[in-house]
């Protein structure tokens, strides 16, 4: 086994030479296949009436309307009138939010139930495998997805794991009910690459074969990317999977989200982007972005954080509760930051981790409002997936992705109510059968009973 | 007679350093009553609970005015490795296992009270911990109680309860009920004063050594409950007859499924330890979790602890959060306190702490504002009476990094 990892590797550093193979002009990456097929119906016109309304654009209504007409916002205003075909959803009371968005999902590719046969986000055989596609590990039953509806998650971004200094492409999904994940991409956002820092490529390898330190992760970034510019700048070399990927960041196609703990690191993948003459998006996981908020903020450089969780490893040790508030003020406030889960259990109330964020935050004497601080749920991370066009924020023009709280969500006792995706009713607190049960949760408690 | 001097010697000291504490005005619940007292003041003596009544009208060495804030008292993880780990991924960091042992493994000694995970879990609402062995076999050994103070002598409660999974090392669980019934047959034959034993010691055909049959035969004798993790509906059933033909106690650790069978433990008096917070199907075992777990169980009159997650010690406090979800999903909030307080330290006998009763050490915690909301902080903690230190690793490099403009 350990042979067959090491000839693979050889292979793809032989075929990653800049030799010229054929005098035919390469056929690149076609842009018409793979695409979405998700298409929403119609929803009409629909008037959520009444809420209180953080929008995510940095504004707050204590009572304003929602109008949505086919499936797309058309106005926020504090007060609308609806015409006779109107849907009307009463919201007064309540709270109303964008539909969340995390940056930072293994749901589909490391699914609940937990089983062998659906591990399927390392493809850890290399260590680097940028040809892999996350989108075409998803099990689009997975458990995790309608538990993560209720708890208002509209749009998630799935990363294959961090197994690889170069991991795989990742897919932004809607989180709708298909039976196909091309029925889920979200409609023409852009692919992302998912690369790792830090202990886990060095620890996942290592023993006998590159890297085994992070000197030798390094080297190895360097080392592909090299490949990548000859590739990009040779139109006769042989398609590659591999280099379409990384070529893909070089012409700015597809974002880098980048797992790195440490602030360090941080720093040293900021230079190799300038030797390579690309752009980092996103840090994620990054426990010690409080460290070099400023060179973030500086480099346009999103973090993407947990509110708390640490110790796990050594690169986790540093961890602050203020790091999310940090980030969030660096430079005047001009800093990005995102709560993000990697857990499908913390993906099921991002915004109890936004509320702890922002708590820290508020206790280490920034002033960080609610209507900022849902930013790092909704406009941030819609804006470091490249989707910040069309969600993130309620205003006319966007998808009509919400959420109607029946409380204060950044509370513990808060729980949706209502979830809205493209103007649709996905979750619907009232309705016993909602959110629609996986095909895997039909009848698996009894033959009567579905998995609640 | 040297034993009636340092008694003398202790009392006198006590007598001439008597140390009061008055907090006024606060909203307090005890643990013993449904209700929170609005306006009450706390009186303590010598870190110990001395009155708690309105208007207490004595004089104090210090008096704190809480103005109406919530004082609980502090709260006991029932499950947790903490001061056993420091780093999960670094096994020289671990002392929470032990492949020499088994059920006789205490982690007793084991515990480092200058661990970064104790100030920072005390600040998060711990005022002390079952800390508990961890291993992939049948029994992982033995659990205690340990004070969160920091303190060189943090030990509470030696040897508490012994820990079990059926769950484990890929084995059917059947088989593993089986080689405990069998395990249970040898410790009960086993008397370590024999001749035979003491002559040659166990036959070497025995896979475990005395250490480990003298700590089952502690559950045999009904001195400690057993702690099985469990999840699956039917083998919680299985457990609970099991048990019943041991005439042990039985305290079950998981039970992701305990609602489907909430009745049956409730019959059996059952305490279970939940993890509000873990409402995932991870396996086959665990395909009925959902967030009403602990309402329903508790409805039905089963006696609930609620931790966090066996393996996020590190943040062990979050039982808050997860009790408050209980609640969200219909858990009373004075039974949500209750799992993180009161009923852990009754199943497991841990003296003099779990309430505010008078009598009990004051170890107290005045928070900003509901403990259970995930924007609340423990303002100031208290154990015996101290005033414990805010400072934490983390809070330091905070400090270190943070830039008010």
């Known amino acids: ?452 | 007679m040297k034993i009636v001097y340092i008694f003398l010697a202790v009392t006198l000291t006590n007598f001439l350093y008597t140390e009061s504490l008055l907090f006024k005005n606060a909203s307090v619940y005890t643990g013993t009553s449904k209700e929170i007292f609005e306006d009450y003041d706390i009186y303590v003596v010598n870190g110990k609970i001395s009155d708690i009544s309105q208007d207490i009208d004595l004089s104090a060495d210090k008096i704190i005015n809480v103005e109406g804030k919530i004082i609980t008292a502090g709260f006991i993880s029932p499950f947790s490795h903490l001061g056993l780990i420091e780093i999960n991924m670094l096994a020289e960091t671990r002392d929470d296992s032990s492949s020499i042992y088994s059920a006789g493994f205490s982690i007793s000694q084991a515990f480092n009270p200058s661990s970064t995970l104790i100030p920072y879990n005390l600040n998060g609402g711990l005022t002390s911990a079952i800390s508990t062995p961890s291993g992939s076999r049948l029994f992982s050994g033995l659990g205690s109680a340990f004070s969160l103070s920091g303190d060189s002598d943090s030990l509470l409660l030696k040897d508490l309860a012994l820990y079990a999974s059926i769950e484990a090392e890929g084995e059917s669980k059947a088989a593993n009920i089986l080689l405990m019934e069998d395990t249970f047959d040898l410790a009960r034959a086993f008397d370590k004063d024999s001749r035979e034993i003491q002559e040659y010691g166990l036959p070497d055909s025995v896979k475990y050594s005395m250490r480990d049959l003298a700590a089952i035969k502690r559950v045999l004798n009904k001195e400690i409950p057993l702690v099985v993790s469990i999840n699956r509906a039917s083998d919680i059933i299985n457990m609970i007859k099991f048990v019943k033909s041991q005439n042990i106690k039985l305290v079950i650790m998981g039970a992701s499924e305990g609602w489907m069978v909430a009745k049956q433990l409730a019959e059996s008096k059952i305490p279970v330890i939940l993890e509000p917070i873990n409402n995932l199907p991870t396996s086959f075992d665990r395909l009925g979790s959902r967030l009403e777990n602990a309402a329903l169980l508790h409805k039905a009159g089963v006696k609930i602890l609620i931790s966090y997650d066996e393996w996020e010690t590190h943040n062990a406090y979050l039982s808050r959060q997860g009790a408050g979800i209980a609640v969200s999903y219909g858990l009373p909030w004075h039974e949500a306190i209750n799992a993180l307080s009161k009923n852990v330290s009754d199943t497991f006998n841990i003296p003099n702490r779990g309430s505010l009763t008078i009598g009990h050490e004051a170890d107290l915690i005045v928070w900003d504002a509901d403990p259970l909301e995930v924007t609340s902080f423990a303002e100031q903690i208290y154990i015996s009476g101290k005033l414990m230190s805010p400072n934490t690793r983390s809070l330091m490099l905070r400090d270190r990094y943070l830039k008010r403009d």
């Open chain 1, 1 to 452: 086994m350990r042979n067959l990892i090491i000839i693979s590797f050889l292979t793809f550093l032989i075929s990653c030479s800049s030799e010229v193979f054929d005098n035919q002009e390469r056929e690149d990456e076609r842009d018409d296949i793979y695409l979405s097929t998700y298409k929403p119906s119609s929803s009409g016109d629909v008037l959520v009436k009444g809420g209180r309304i953080l929008t995510g654009t940095g504004e707050e209504f204590l009572s304003a309307d929602i109008l949505i007409k086919n499936n797309v916002i058309e106005e926020v205003a504090e007060l609308i009138e609806p015409s006779s075909n109107t849907k009307i959803i009463n919201a007064e009371g309540k709270w109303v939010t964008p539909g969340i968005i995390d940056i930072h999902s293994h749901m589909g590719v490391y699914a609940a139930p937990s089983l062998r046969s659906n591990s399927d986000g390392n493809e850890a055989t290399s260590p680097v495998t940028p040809h892999v596609w996350a989108e075409h590990s998803v099990w689009t039953q997975d458990t995790q997805m309608p538990l993560a509806l209720r708890g208002g998650i509209t749009t998630f971004h799935v990363l294959p794991g961090s197994a690889n200094l170069f991991g795989g492409r990742g897919v932004t999904l809607k989180n709708v009910w298909s039976k196909t994940v091309q029925g889920m991409k979200f409609p023409k956002a852009p692919y992302t690459l998912k690369m790792a820092c830090g202990e886990n490529p060095k620890r996942v390898y290592g023993s006998n074969q590159e890297p085994s330190t992070r000197m030798g992760n390094v080297a190895g970034y360097r080392a592909a990317w090299i490949k990548a510019k000859e590739y990009k700048d040779n139109k006769n070399a042989k398609r590659d999977l591999k280099l379409d990927t990384l070529k893909g960041v070089l012409d700015g196609e597809i974002l880098i989200q980048n797992h790195c703990y440490r602030g360090e690191e941080m720093a040293v993948m900021i230079d190799i982007s300038k030797e390579f003459d690309y752009k980092i998006t996103t840090f994620h996981h990054a426990i010690e972005a409080y460290k070099v908020a400023d060179l973030l903020a500086e480099n346009g450089i999103c973090a993407a954080m947990w509110a708390d969780w640490w110790g796990f490893k050594h690169e986790a040790f540093d961890m602050v509760w203020e790091n999310v508030a940090i980030v969030d003020q660096a430079k005047g406030g001009s800093g990005c930051a995102i709560v993000h889960s990697d857990s499908g259990v913390g993906i099921q109330r991002l915004n109890q981790e936004a509320a702890k964020a922002m708590a820290a935050g508020i206790r280490a004497g920034f002033e960080i409002p609610r209507k900022r601080a849902i930013q790092w749920i909704t406009k941030n991370p819609a804006k470091a997936l490249g989707i910040d066009d069309r969600v993130g924020t309620l205003e006319k023009g966007k998808m009509a992705d919400l959420v109607i709280w029946d409380s204060d969500p950044f509370s513990v006792y808060a729980k949706t109510e209502i979830v809205l995706i493209d103007g649709l009713i996905k979750y619907d607190h009232s309705d016993p059968d909602s959110p629609k049960p996986t095909d895997f949760e039909l009848g698996i408690i009894s033959p009567n009973e579905n998995r609640l």
